[in-house]
């Protein structure tokens, strides 16, 4: 889609971490560390996916700390993003109850058009 339309592609990485927790406590230096560790290594993950799947400097890799629906939504919002293109597990019942659905939530609250895709569906034949 970035080829034929000739756009930018953002690829962003949230990690959730445990936010309610550290904004009721005083931080522990443990947590801080946590946290580092946890970006560093979603850091290096997403640049060997970069590498892997796009050509040199053809897209921007981020990895951002929060409440994935929301950081996404922030994120595109912040940058400017005319479209956000998401994968979606396609949970339902009791799964979707439980684990929620963050690609439902950026559809809902996202002031920009969401394409979503089931990446583990297969296409009709």
Do not use: W
């Not at 040199?56 to 912040?78: F, H, K, M, W």
């Amino acid at each position: 889609m970035a080829a034929t339309f000739g756009a930018e592609v953002h690829l962003v990485f949230v990690a959730r971490i445990l936010q309610h927790f550290t904004s009721i406590y005083v931080p522990h230096p443990s947590i801080m560390n946590f946290e580092g560790e946890i970006t560093r290594g979603a850091e290096k993950r997403l640049q060997e996916f970069v590498e892997e799947q796009f050509e040199s400097d053809s897209c921007t890799a981020r990895v951002v700390l929060g409440d994935p629906a929301e950081e996404i939504i922030n994120y595109a919002q912040a940058e400017g993003i005319d479209l956000i293109i998401i994968g979606t597990h396609g949970r339902k019942g009791l799964e979707h109850i439980i684990f929620g659905s963050v690609a439902e939530r950026v559809v809902k609250k996202s002031q920009v058009p969401v394409l979503t895709v089931n990446p583990y569906r297969r296409p009709i034949e």
